[in-house]
């Protein structure tokens, strides 16, 4: 079974930064494009960000040109980062493949405000 562990998250002003990562547990990672999902309050989950096996990327417009997805396949790990954040980046992010294959993580809080 896959489990998969998101950190990062936290408080931060308008117009900073944040790194998320995520471990995954249990499956042959380096083989399956990944992406990074969020969800805000009231909102359906979306998909922010997206790199696949051989580290192609894809954005949604709205965080285009201020958040990069990476990954480090020998540490079964993908990143986010997050620069010039914006209030309305607020929610909750989530890592998994890009098709949302397998079972949710509990996602890490990441909170836009002065």
């Known amino acids: 079974q896959v489990q998969l562990v998101e950190s990062g998250g936290g408080l931060v002003q308008p117009g900073g930064s944040l790194r998320l990562s995520c471990a995954v547990h249990?499956?042959?990672?380096?083989?399956?494009?990944m992406g990074w999902h969020r969800q805000a309050p009231g909102k359906q989950r979306e998909l922010v960000a997206a790199?696949?096996?051989?580290?192609?990327?894809n954005y949604a417009d709205s965080v285009k040109g201020r958040f990069t997805i990476s990954r480090d396949n020998a540490k079964n790990t993908v990143y986010l980062q997050m620069n010039s954040l914006k209030p309305e980046d607020t929610a909750v992010y989530y890592c998994?493949?890009?098709?949302?294959?397998?079972?949710w993580g509990q996602g890490t809080q990441v909170t836009v405000s002065s």
């Open positions: 249990g499956s042959i990672f380096s083989i399956y494009a």
């Open positions: 790199i696949t096996s051989g580290g192609y990327t």
């Open positions: 998994n493949t890009q098709k949302g294959t397998w079972a």
